[in-house]
């Protein structure tokens, strides 16, 4: 399974784009938008966890989140997309996409 689909890696491409705009604007040196999370990875044998909001115009294999590596100190930073898909788990588990995520704007069309 591919880490992002098409539209996901589009959108986050889209907020990383923005932010980097708003970085250049000299009003907004250090103002950034806080984009909701666009795509949740998981690690199906362990805590880890990455709320993905954005990916780095730039260098678009990075992307800026929540990460959390299940150890109690969950942090705001940037991982590498290419370094989550090199991962090998037990049985040759691979990091995954939650399929069943729900991005804030799917849940408010629902409502």
Known sequence: MKLLTKEQRERLLKNGAANAARLTEPDNEEETHDFHPVVKLFCPWGGGTWL???LDPEEPDIALGLCDLGVGCPELG???LSELEAIRGP???RIE???FFKTHEELVCIR
């Open 97 to 99: 996409r939650d399929r």
């Open 78 to 80: 940037t991982v590498r």
């Open 52 to 54: 993905l909001t954005e």
């Open 91 to 93: 049985a040759g588990l």
